[in-house]
C-alpha cells in the first residue's frame, strides 16, 4: 500500500545515501540501506534508488551486501539495464577467497530473474559445481535449476545433467538432495529425476546423514522406485524401518506414505507400517500447535478409512478440548463417531452430550448430528439425549434434533415409535426444521395423534409462509395424512389445495397442488399407491455406512495437501471415481455401440419400451420373487455369451438400465446370471443361462427365461430385443 | 517447494516478504489476508486456494506465518517448518511479538535466506546458521506474566537467588555484546500440558499428559550434556509397577540427537545441545495420573427465585501445600438469555463477569495455594427461565498454569555438562504445567 508522500521520502532516502558524509560513516550509511529495505516490504517504489545500491554494495560488510542484494533481487527485473551493472562486480565476488561471499554472490545472481541472464551466470555456476565448499555448491546446484527456469525451453544441457548426475554422491547431504530437487525441475518434461536401483540404494543408505527435511524430501522421490523382487522390496523396508517412529511427523508421515506405496502387494505390511506410525500420528493429533492438530487429524480420517479399529482403543484423545478451534472441533466429532464400539459409546454419547450446549451454534448443530449417526446403532441410548435437549427449548437445537430424527426414521424404522411420541411434543418448530416435522408427519401421520392440528397450523399460516420447499412439503403431508386419517384433514386438504391453485403465485408449487388435486380425482386407492412409498429403506445404509476401503484408494493422496484442503470434496471424488472406475473404460469403448442398440431396437418391437433401474433389489427379495413366479417367457438369444470380461458386459447392461444381481464366474458350465430391470410399472427378473444340458439345442447359445410382476407381454419382448441386441454388440466387438 | 513466504501482523501489516520463485504475484499477500479474515469460525483456515496458488499457514504469536506454494507438498513438512521459523526467529530475536519481528527484520531475511534457497528448505539447524547469521539481533524488553511465580509468598524474597528470572531465557541467543551478552547459561525445562475431563460425580473419566523437556541453550560451543531422569521411571503400559513412587510415561520419543546407551539402566539422555531452543524429549501418559487431578469442583445449580439461577461453586486445589496453581480461570456456561448477574467472592483478588456474548460467567484467581478451597455464590437473572435451561449450566472448563510442578512426576535428577565446561555456565531446571483442555461437568 503507497503511503502519502512516499516522493518524498524515496528523494530524501536518495539524498543521503548519495551524500558523501553519510557513505563516510557506515553506521549511518546502513541505517538507510535499511530504510530503503523497509520502504520495500512497505510496498514503496524505491527502484529509482538502483544506481545508489549498486554502489552500496561495494563493501566488506556482509549484513549490508545482503540487504543490497535483497534490494537488488526485487528490482532487478524492472531494471535489466541497471542490474548488468551490477553483475560484473557480483562476478568479482564469485572469486572471493571466502566462501560464504562466493556462496552469496552466486546465489543472488541466479535470483535475478531476467531475461539474458543465463551467459552471464553459466560459468560461475559450472565453476561454483565444483567448488571446494560444500555451502558454494549447494547454491551452484540449485542455480542450474534457476538457469533452466529462466529458459524453460531451450534445450537441456547434457553436460550439467551428468555433472548433477555424479554430484548424487557428494559427501554434503543437501549438495546430494539439491541435486535431486534441481534435476526434477530441469528433467521435468522428461518426467523429472530417474530413480534407478543404484541411486535409490545410494540415497537409503544416505537416509541416517540427512536431516529431517531431506529425509521427507528423499523418501517422496523414492515413491519413483519399484524395487525389482521381494526380497529387494524387503531390504528397502527394513532400512526405512526406524523412520516410521520418527520424532518428526513429516518423516514419519512420509516413510509411512512410501511403505503403503512399495508394499501395495502385501496387505499385512501395510498394517504394520499403519500400527507401527498410529503412535506419532496420535501425537500430531494432541501437538501444541493446532495447524499440525489439524493435519494429523485429517490424515487419521484416510487411515480409518481403511483400519478403522486402529483407533478404536485411543477415542479420548478425539475427546475436544475447549479452547479448540471450531474446525478442529468438527473433525474430531466426525473421527468419535466412526471409533464407537460397544465399551466406549456410553462415554462417546456423553462427550458429545455435552457439546450440544455449545456457544457456537454450528458445533452444537454438528454434536447434535453425530449422535444421530450413533443412533443408527445404538438407537435408544441416543434417543434420550436427542429427546433430552429438546426440552432445552432453544430454536438451533430443537431444529436440528428434528432433522436428525427425520434422518434417523429413514435409517432405522424400529426408532419410529420412540420419535413418533417425541415429536408430539414440539408442535412449534422453528423455521429451519419446518421441513424435517412436515416430512414426519407426512410418513407415520397415523402414529402422531397431534398430527392434523399440528398441520392446521400450518395451513392457517400458508399466507404469511415464504418458503417455497415448506410450501411444496406441506402439500405432500396433507394428502399422506389425507390417506390415513381422512375425517380429520379433508376439510384442510380441501383448503390448501383451493389455495395453492387459486391464490399461489409461484408456479412450483401451484403445479404440485394440481397434480395431487388431479391424482385424487382418480380416487383414493389410485393415490395411496402413487403417493406412499417405502416408510424406511435399510439398504440405504449402505450408501451412507462406510466400508472398508481398500488402502490404495486413498495412498496416493497421502500426505499431499488433499486431505486438508477441502475435506469433503476429496471425500465426494473419491467415492464417485471409486463407483465409476471398472466401468469407465468400458463405457468410453461401448458408448456410439450401444447408443445405437437403444435407439434401433425398435424395428423389432411395434413400439419403444424404456427400461429403468429404480430403486435396488435384494438378493432376499429378488430370491422370493424368482421362486414365488413362474417362467412367462423362454428365449434363445442367438448368440453366445460374449468372451469379454463379464464385468464388461454388467457394465453395458447397466448402460441399456438392466441390473446385474449375480452371476458365476465366466468359465464355469453352466453359466448363469441374474438380472433385473423396470418398465412402464412392471418389474422384469431374467436368469440367463449358458450350457444347460436340459434346455434344447442351446450349448452354445444363451437363454433367457423371464418372469414379471405385473404380467406385460409388451415390455418382456422389448427387454429380451434389448437384452439380444446389447449381446450381438458386445460379441461384434470382441471378435 | 515453497513459492513465497510472508509474515503478516494480525493487522494485516506486511511484515517479511520474501518470493523465492518469482512465479506467484506479489498480489498475493492482499489475497491471503482477504480471505482469512473472511473465512467463518467453522472453516478451516490452515490450507487455502486461490487459483492455483495454495496458502498454508500457522498463527503463532498473533502473527500469520504464511507458506504459499504451486505444487502439492507435504503439510506436515510446510507446517513443521513454519514453526521452526517461528521457533528460530523467537531464538534469535528474544522473543515472538509484531514488534521483535518488525525491529529484526533484517535479520529474518538474512535466517530465511540460509534457510530456504528457490523454495527448498536448505537447514534449519542452528548449528549451521549461526555460522552464517551477521546481524545483532534487537531485542525489546517483553512483558511476562509468567514473572509472577518468582514473587515469593506475601511480597518475601524466597529463594530469589536459586531462581532465575524468567526474561532470562527470552533473549537473542546470539548476543555476544551487550549487557546480557556472554552469560552461558542453559535452560532445561519440563513442561507439560494436561487434559482432563472429570465427570458430573468427580470421577475422572478422561486424563492425558502430553509432556516434553525443552532445552534452551546460550552456550557458544556445544559440548555433551547428561541429563538425568528419575531412575524409577517406567515406559510402556505393560511393566508392572513395583511401589507407588514408580514414575510412568506410556511412550517417549526422543530428539534424534540424544544418545540413549545409557537409558535403559541409568535413564541418562545425553545430548550435545546446540544453540537455541530444541525438545530432545517427547513423552505421553494416558489415563493413569500418578496424583490426583489439581482441582475439584463442587457445584450446586438451582434454581432461586422466577428468573433467577443461583450457582454456587466450590473449588479445592488438590496440589501440594506448596504447590501454587497460577492465572487460574474457570468458565461457567450460563443460560442462554442471561443478563445480569451478582457475585460474592471470597477475596478481593479475585474477579468475575458475565459475558452474555459467549454465555458464559468467568470466574479468575490470580493465585491458587495447593490445598486451599475457595467457594464462589453467582446469582445470575436470566429473564424467562425454564426449568429446563438449569441443563444449560456446565461443562465447567478452567485453564491455570502450575509452576514447579509436574503432574507425571518426571523430574530431572541431574545435569552435568562436560567437564571442560563447567564452572562457567550456569544451568537452570524449571517445571510448569499447562492446561490444555481441563472440563468439569456438572
Given at each position: 500500500?503507497p503511503?502519502?508522500?512516499?516522493?518524498?521520502?524515496?528523494?530524501?532516502?536518495?539524498?543521503?545515501?548519495?551524500?558523501?558524509?553519510?557513505?563516510?560513516?557506515?553506521?549511518?550509511?546502513?541505517?538507510?540501506?535499511?530504510?530503503?529495505?523497509?520502504?520495500?516490504?512497505?510496498g514503496?517504489?524505491?527502484?529509482?534508488?538502483?544506481?545508489?545500491?549498486v554502489?552500496?554494495?561495494?563493501t566488506?560488510?556482509?549484513?549490508?551486501?545482503?540487504?543490497v542484494y535483497?534490494?537488488?533481487?526485487?528490482?532487478?527485473?524492472?531494471?535489466?539495464?541497471?542490474?548488468?551493472?551490477a553483475?560484473?562486480?557480483l562476478?568479482?565476488?564469485?572469486?572471493?577467497?571466502?566462501?560464504?561471499?562466493?556462496?552469496?554472490?552466486?546465489?543472488?545472481?541466479?535470483?535475478?530473474?531476467?531475461?539474458?541472464?543465463?551467459?552471464?551466470?553459466?560459468?560461475?555456476?559450472?565453476?561454483?559445481?565444483?567448488?571446494?565448499?560444500?555451502?558454494?555448491?549447494?547454491?551452484?546446484?540449485?542455480?542450474?535449476?534457476?538457469?533452466?527456469?529462466l529458459?524453460?525451453?531451450?534445450?537441456?544441457?547434457?553436460?550439467?545433467?551428468?555433472?548433477?548426475?555424479?554430484?548424487?554422491?557428494?559427501?554434503?547431504p543437501?549438495?546430494?538432495?539439491?541435486?535431486?530437487?534441481a534435476l526434477?525441475?530441469?528433467?521435468?518434461?522428461?518426467?523429472?529425476?530417474?530413480?534407478?536401483?543404484?541411486?535409490?540404494?545410494?540415497?537409503?543408505?544416505?537416509?541416517?546423514?540427512?536431516?529431517?527435511?531431506?529425509?521427507?524430501?528423499?523418501?517422496?522421490?523414492l515413491?519413483?522406485?519399484?524395487?525389482?523382487?521381494?526380497?529387494?522390496?524387503?531390504?528397502?523396508?527394513?532400512?526405512?524401518?526406524?523412520f516410521?517412529?520418527s520424532?518428526?511427523?513429516?518423516?514419519?508421515?512420509?516413510?509411512?506414505?512410501?511403505?503403503?506405496?512399495?508394499?501395495?502387494?502385501?496387505?499385512?505390511?501395510?498394517?504394520?507400517?499403519?500400527?507401527?506410525?498410529s503412535?506419532?500420528?496420535?501425537?500430531?493429533?494432541?501437538?501444541?500447535?493446532?495447524?499440525?492438530?489439524?493435519?494429523?487429524?485429517?490424515?487419521?480420517?484416510k487411515?480409518?478409512?481403511?483400519?478403522?479399529?486402529?483407533?478404536?482403543?485411543?477415542?479420548?484423545?478425539?475427546?475436544?478440548?475447549?479452547?479448540?478451534?471450531?474446525?478442529?472441533?468438527?473433525?474430531?466429532?466426525?473421527?468419535?463417531?466412526?471409533?464407537?464400539?460397544?465399551?466406549?459409546?456410553?462415554?462417546?454419547?456423553?462427550?458429545?452430550?455435552?457439546?450440544?450446549?455449545?456457544?457456537?451454534?454450528?458445533?452444537?448443530?454438528?454434536?447434535?448430528?453425530?449422535?444421530?449417526?450413533?443412533?443408527?446403532?445404538?438407537?435408544e441410548?441416543?434417543?434420550?439425549?436427542?429427546?433430552?435437549?429438546?426440552a432445552?427449548?432453544?430454536?438451533?437445537?430443537?431444529?436440528?434434533?428434528?432433522?436428525?430424527?427425520?434422518?434417523?426414521?429413514?435409517?432405522?424404522?424400529?426408532?419410529?415409535a420412540?420419535?413418533?411420541?417425541?415429536?408430539?411434543?414440539?408442535?412449534?418448530?422453528?423455521?429451519?426444521?419446518?421441513?424435517?416435522?412436515?416430512?414426519?408427519?407426512?410418513?407415520?401421520?397415523?402414529?402422531?395423534s397431534?398430527?392434523p392440528?399440528?398441520?392446521?397450523?400450518?395451513?392457517?399460516?400458508?399466507?404469511?409462509?415464504?418458503?417455497?420447499?415448506?410450501?411444496?412439503?406441506?402439500?405432500?403431508?396433507?394428502?399422506?395424512?389425507?390417506?390415513?386419517?381422512?375425517?380429520?384433514?379433508?376439510?384442510?386438504?380441501?383448503?390448501?389445495?383451493?389455495y395453492?391453485?387459486e391464490?399461489?403465485?409461484?408456479?412450483?408449487?401451484?403445479?404440485?397442488?394440481?397434480l395431487?388435486?388431479?391424482?385424487?380425482?382418480?380416487?383414493?386407492?389410485?393415490?395411496?399407491?402413487?403417493?406412499?412409498?417405502?416408510?424406511?429403506?435399510?439398504?440405504?445404509?449402505?450408501?451412507?455406512?462406510?466400508?472398508?476401503?481398500?488402502?490404495?484408494?486413498?495412498?496416493?493422496?497421502f500426505?499431499?495437501l488433499g486431505?486438508l484442503?477441502?475435506?469433503?470434496?476429496?471425500?465426494?471424488?473419491?467415492?464417485?471415481?471409486?463407483?465409476?472406475?471398472?466401468?469407465?473404460?468400458?463405457?468410453?469403448?461401448?458408448?456410439?455401440?450401444?447408443?445405437?442398440?437403444?435407439?434401433?431396437?425398435?424395428?423389432?418391437?411395434?413400439?419403444?419400451?424404456?427400461?429403468?433401474?429404480?430403486?435396488?433389489?435384494?438378493?432376499?427379495?429378488?430370491?422370493?420373487?424368482?421362486?414365488?413366479?413362474?417362467?412367462?417367457h423362454?428365449q434363445?438369444?442367438?448368440?453366445?455369451?460374449?468372451?469379454?470380461?463379464?464385468?464388461?458386459?454388467?457394465?453395458?447392461?447397466?448402460?441399456?438400465?438392466?441390473?446385474?444381481?449375480a452371476?458365476?464366474?465366466?468359465?464355469?458350465?453352466?453359466?448363469?446370471?441374474?438380472?433385473?430391470?423396470r418398465?412402464?410399472?412392471?418389474?422384469?427378473?431374467?436368469?440367463?443361462?449358458?450350457?444347460?444340458?436340459?434346455?434344447?439345442?442351446?450349448?452354445?447359445?444363451?437363454?433367457?427365461?423371464v418372469?414379471?410382476?405385473?404380467v406385460?407381454?409388451?415390455?418382456?419382448?422389448?427387454?429380451?430385443?434389448?437384452?439380444?441386441?446389447?449381446?450381438?454388440?458386445?460379441?461384434?466387438?470382441?471378435? | 517447494?515453497?513459492?513465497?513466504?510472508?509474515?503478516?501482523?494480525?493487522?494485516?501489516?506486511?511484515?517479511?516478504?520474501?518470493?523465492?520463485?518469482?512465479?506467484?504475484?506479489k498480489?498475493?499477500?492482499?489475497?491471503?489476508?482477504?480471505?482469512?479474515?473472511a473465512?467463518?469460525?467453522?472453516?478451516t483456515?490452515?490450507?487455502?486456494?486461490?487459483?492455483?496458488?495454495?496458502?498454508?499457514?500457522?498463527?503463532?504469536?498473533g502473527?500469520y506465518?504464511?507458506?504459499?506454494?504451486?505444487?502439492?507438498?507435504?503439510?506436515?513438512?510446510?507446517?513443521?517448518?513454519?514453526?521452526?521459523?517461528?521457533?528460530?526467529?523467537?531464538d534469535?530475536?528474544?522473543?515472538?511479538?509484531?514488534?521483535?519481528?518488525?525491529?529484526?527484520?533484517?535479520?529474518?531475511?538474512?535466517?530465511?535466506?540460509?534457510?530456504?534457497?528457490f523454495?527448498?528448505i536448505?537447514?534449519?539447524?542452528?548449528?549451521?546458521?549461526?555460522?552464517?547469521?551477521?546481524?545483532?539481533?534487537?531485542?525489546?524488553?517483553?512483558?511476562?506474566?509468567?514473572?509472577?511465580?518468582?514473587?515469593?509468598?506475601?511480597?518475601?524474597?524466597?529463594?530469589?537467588?536459586?531462581?532465575?528470572?524468567?526474561?532470562?531465557?527470552?533473549?537473542?541467543?546470539?548476543?555476544?555484546?551487550?549487557?546480557?551478552?556472554?552469560?552461558?547459561?542453559?535452560?532445561?525445562?519440563?513442561?507439560?500440558?494436561?487434559?482432563?475431563?472429570?465427570?458430573?460425580?468427580?470421577?475422572?473419566?478422561?486424563?492425558?499428559?502430553?509432556?516434553?523437556?525443552?532445552?534452551?541453550?546460550?552456550?557458544?560451543?556445544?559440548?555433551?550434556?547428561?541429563?538425568?531422569l528419575?531412575?524409577?521411571?517406567?515406559i510402556?503400559?505393560?511393566?508392572?509397577?513395583?511401589?507407588?513412587?514408580?514414575?510412568?510415561?506410556?511412550e517417549?520419543?526422543?530428539?534424534?540427537?540424544?544418545?540413549?546407551?545409557?537409558?535403559?539402566?541409568?535413564r541418562?539422555?545425553?545430548?550435545c545441545?546446540?544453540?537455541?531452543?530444541?525438545?530432545?524429549?517427547?513423552?505421553?501418559?494416558?489415563?493413569?495420573?500418578?496424583?490426583?487431578?489439581?482441582?475439584?469442583?463442587?457445584?450446586?445449580?438451582?434454581?432461586d427465585?422466577?428468573?433467577?439461577?443461583?450457582?454456587?461453586l466450590?473449588?479445592?486445589?488438590?496440589?501440594?501445600?506448596?504447590?501454587?496453581?497460577?492465572?487460574?480461570?474457570?468458565?461457567?456456561?450460563?443460560?442462554k438469555?442471561?443478563?445480569?448477574?451478582?457475585?460474592?467472592?471470597s477475596?478481593?483478588?479475585?474477579?468475575?463477569?458475565?459475558?452474555?456474548?459467549?454465555?458464559?460467567?468467568?470466574?479468575?484467581?490470580?493465585?491458587?495455594?495447593?490445598?486451599?478451597?475457595?467457594?464462589?455464590?453467582?446469582?445470575?437473572?436470566?429473564?424467562?427461565?425454564?426449568?429446563?435451561?438449569?441443563?444449560?449450566?456446565g461443562?465447567?472448563?478452567?485453564?491455570?498454569?502450575?509452576?514447579?510442578?509436574?503432574?507425571?512426576?518426571?523430574?530431572?535428577?541431574?545435569?552435568?555438562?562436560?567437564?571442560?565446561?563447567?564452572?562457567?555456565?550456569?544451568?537452570?531446571?524449571?517445571?510448569?504445567t499447562?492446561?490444555?483442555?481441563?472440563?468439569?461437568?456438572?
Open positions: 500500500m503511503y502519502f508522500g512516499s516522493e518524498e521520502t524515496v528523494k530524501e532516502l536518495k539524498r543521503a545515501l548519495s551524500n558523501p558524509n553519510v557513505q563516510a560513516d557506515r553506521l549511518r550509511y546502513k541505517n538507510y540501506i535499511s530504510k530503503v529495505i523497509r520502504s520495500v516490504i512497505q514503496l517504489d524505491v527502484s529509482t534508488l538502483f544506481m545508489d545500491m554502489k552500496a554494495s561495494a566488506v560488510d556482509i549484513v549490508q551486501k545482503k540487504l535483497l534490494y537488488m533481487c526485487t528490482y532487478a527485473s524492472d531494471k535489466p539495464d541497471l542490474a548488468l551493472l553483475i560484473n562486480t562476478r568479482k565476488y564469485c572469486a572471493d577467497p571466502n566462501p560464504m561471499v562466493r556462496g552469496l554472490a552466486l546465489s543472488n545472481m541466479c535470483n535475478f530473474r531476467m531475461p539474458g541472464m543465463t551467459e552471464y551466470i553459466e560459468q560461475p555456476i559450472v565453476a561454483g559445481l565444483r567448488d571446494k565448499a560444500s555451502y558454494v555448491r549447494r547454491v551452484a546446484v540449485l542455480g542450474c535449476a534457476k538457469m533452466h527456469s529458459q524453460p525451453n531451450t534445450e537441456i544441457d547434457g553436460i550439467i545433467v551428468n555433472e548433477l548426475y555424479a554430484l548424487l554422491r557428494d559427501p554434503d543437501v549438495v546430494v538432495v539439491n541435486c535431486l530437487r526434477e525441475e530441469i528433467l521435468k518434461d522428461e518426467g523429472g529425476v530417474v530413480i534407478n536401483k543404484p541411486i535409490a540404494h545410494h540415497l537409503l543408505n544416505r537416509m541416517k546423514d540427512l536431516d529431517s527435511w531431506a529425509q521427507s524430501e528423499v523418501l517422496t522421490f515413491l519413483r522406485y519399484r524395487p525389482r523382487s521381494d526380497d529387494e522390496l524387503f531390504d528397502v523396508l527394513s532400512l526405512l524401518d526406524s516410521l517412529q520424532t518428526h511427523a513429516h518423516v514419519a508421515v512420509a516413510t509411512l506414505r512410501l511403505f503403503l506405496h512399495l508394499a501395495s502387494a502385501h496387505p499385512a505390511v501395510q498394517a504394520d507400517a499403519l500400527l507401527c506410525t503412535a506419532p500420528l496420535l501425537a500430531t493429533c494432541g501437538a501444541a500447535s493446532r495447524e499440525l492438530r489439524f493435519a494429523g487429524l485429517c490424515h487419521v480420517q487411515v480409518m478409512r481403511s483400519q478403522p479399529g486402529l483407533f478404536s482403543t485411543h477415542y479420548k484423545r478425539f475427546f475436544c478440548g475447549y479452547s479448540e478451534p471450531t474446525y478442529i472441533k468438527f473433525h474430531k466429532m466426525e473421527i468419535l463417531v466412526e471409533l464407537v464400539n460397544d465399551e466406549n459409546v456410553a462415554l462417546v454419547l456423553e462427550e458429545l452430550s455435552s457439546y450440544c450446549t455449545d456457544v457456537s451454534p454450528e458445533l452444537a448443530q454438528a454434536a447434535i448430528a453425530a449422535i444421530g449417526r450413533i443412533a443408527r446403532t445404538y438407537s441410548k441416543c434417543l434420550d439425549i436427542l429427546t433430552g435437549l429438546l432445552l427449548k432453544q430454536d438451533h437445537i430443537t431444529s436440528a434434533v428434528i432433522q436428525t430424527f427425520r434422518d434417523l426414521v429413514w435409517f432405522c424404522p424400529q426408532s419410529t420412540a420419535v413418533c411420541q417425541t415429536v408430539e411434543v414440539c408442535v412449534d418448530s422453528p423455521q429451519d426444521s419446518e421441513q424435517a416435522l412436515l416430512w414426519l408427519l407426512g410418513e407415520h401421520g397415523e402414529k402422531i397431534s398430527a392440528y399440528v398441520m392446521e397450523g400450518y395451513v392457517d399460516g400458508l399466507k404469511t409462509e415464504l418458503s417455497l420447499a415448506v410450501k411444496m412439503e406441506l402439500l405432500t403431508t396433507a394428502v399422506k395424512m389425507f390417506l390415513c386419517r381422512p375425517a380429520e384433514t379433508q376439510d384442510m386438504l380441501g383448503r390448501l389445495l383451493h395453492c391453485i391464490e399461489e403465485s409461484d408456479v412450483c408449487v401451484r403445479d404440485r397442488a394440481l395431487y388435486y388431479r391424482l385424487l380425482q382418480r380416487g383414493v386407492e389410485e393415490t395411496r399407491k402413487v403417493v406412499t412409498g417405502p416408510k424406511s429403506d435399510p439398504s440405504m445404509s449402505v450408501l451412507t455406512e462406510r466400508q472398508e476401503e481398500p488402502i490404495s484408494q486413498w495412498a496416493s493422496t500426505n499431499t486431505p484442503s477441502g475435506h469433503d470434496l476429496c471425500l465426494q471424488t473419491a467415492v464417485i471415481s471409486a463407483a465409476d472406475q471398472p466401468s469407465n473404460s468400458t463405457e468410453k469403448e461401448l458408448l456410439p455401440g450401444s447408443k445405437d442398440v437403444t435407439l434401433s431396437s425398435p424395428n423389432d418391437t411395434e413400439e419403444e419400451i424404456s427400461l429403468s433401474l429404480g430403486p435396488p433389489l435384494s438378493h432376499e427379495t429378488f430370491e422370493k420373487m424368482w421362486l414365488d413366479l413362474e417362467i412367462l423362454r434363445t438369444l442367438g448368440s453366445p455369451l460374449p468372451r469379454t470380461a463379464l464385468d464388461m458386459l454388467q457394465a453395458a447392461l447397466q448402460l441399456v438400465k438392466i441390473q446385474t444381481l452371476f458365476t464366474p465366466g468359465d464355469t458350465v453352466p453359466w448363469k446370471a441374474y438380472i433385473y430391470t418398465s412402464t410399472g412392471t418389474l422384469i427378473l431374467a436368469e440367463l443361462l449358458q450350457g444347460d444340458p436340459q434346455a434344447p439345442g442351446s450349448d452354445e447359445s444363451l437363454v433367457v427365461s418372469k414379471q410382476q405385473p406385460n407381454q409388451h415390455a418382456i419382448r422389448g427387454f429380451a430385443s434389448i437384452l439380444k441386441s446389447v449381446l450381438q454388440t458386445l460379441n461384434d466387438d470382441s471378435s | 517447494m515453497i513459492s513465497q513466504i510472508f509474515i503478516l501482523s494480525s493487522k494485516g501489516d506486511h511484515l517479511i516478504y520474501k518470493d523465492f520463485r518469482g512465479e506467484a504475484s498480489d498475493s499477500i492482499n489475497v491471503f489476508y482477504e480471505r482469512v479474515t473465512l467463518s469460525g467453522d472453516q483456515p490452515v490450507v487455502m486456494a486461490h487459483k492455483d496458488l495454495h496458502f498454508i499457514h500457522v498463527k503463532q504469536g502473527l506465518w504464511v507458506a504459499s506454494t504451486k505444487t502439492n507438498p507435504s503439510p506436515f513438512t510446510i507446517i513443521e517448518f513454519l514453526n521452526r521459523l517461528a521457533a528460530l526467529t523467537k534469535y530475536c528474544g522473543s515472538l511479538s509484531e514488534k521483535s519481528v518488525r525491529m529484526n527484520f533484517a535479520l529474518i531475511y538474512e535466517l530465511l535466506d540460509e534457510m530456504v534457497d523454495g527448498y536448505q537447514t534449519t539447524s542452528t548449528d549451521i546458521l549461526k555460522n552464517f547469521i551477521q546481524t545483532e539481533a534487537v531485542s525489546s524488553k517483553p512483558f511476562s506474566l509468567f514473572d509472577l511465580s518468582n514473587v515469593g509468598l506475601f511480597g518475601a524474597e524466597t529463594q530469589q537467588s536459586k531462581v532465575a528470572p524468567s526474561v532470562a531465557a527470552s533473549r537473542p541467543i546470539m548476543s555476544s555484546r551487550g549487557e546480557q551478552g556472554g552469560k552461558n547459561e542453559i535452560f532445561v525445562d519440563v513442561i507439560e500440558r494436561l487434559s482432563v475431563v472429570i465427570g458430573s460425580k468427580g470421577v475422572l473419566m478422561k486424563s492425558d499428559i502430553q509432556g516434553e523437556i525443552r532445552i534452551k541453550c546460550f552456550l557458544p560451543t556445544s559440548s555433551e550434556m547428561r541429563i538425568g528419575n531412575e524409577e521411571l517406567s510402556g503400559k505393560s511393566q508392572l509397577k513395583g511401589y507407588s513412587s514408580a514414575v510412568r510415561v506410556d517417549c520419543r526422543f530428539h534424534q540427537a540424544v544418545k540413549l546407551d545409557e537409558f535403559d539402566t541409568f541418562i539422555l545425553k545430548v545441545p546446540s544453540q537455541g531452543e530444541q525438545t530432545v524429549m517427547q513423552y505421553q501418559l494416558c489415563d493413569e495420573l500418578p496424583c490426583a487431578p489439581p482441582f475439584q469442583l463442587f457445584p450446586s445449580v438451582q434454581k427465585y422466577v428468573n433467577r439461577v443461583l450457582i454456587f466450590k473449588l479445592r486445589c488438590d496440589l501440594p501445600p506448596k504447590s501454587t496453581a497460577l492465572n487460574v480461570s474457570i468458565t461457567v456456561p450460563v443460560p438469555g442471561s443478563v445480569s448477574m451478582s457475585q460474592e467472592l477475596s478481593p483478588d479475585q474477579t468475575a463477569e458475565l459475558q452474555p456474548k459467549n454465555k458464559a460467567l468467568l470466574w479468575e484467581i490470580p493465585r491458587f495455594p495447593g490445598g486451599a478451597q475457595l467457594s464462589a455464590l453467582f446469582k445470575v437473572d436470566v429473564p424467562g427461565l425454564s426449568s429446563a435451561s438449569l441443563l444449560e449450566v461443562p465447567v472448563s478452567m485453564s491455570f498454569e502450575l509452576a514447579k510442578q509436574t503432574c507425571s512426576g518426571l523430574q530431572i535428577r541431574f545435569l552435568r555438562l562436560a567437564p571442560s565446561q563447567t564452572g562457567l555456565s550456569q544451568r537452570w531446571v524449571r517445571y510448569v499447562h492446561s490444555d483442555s481441563y472440563t468439569i461437568r456438572i
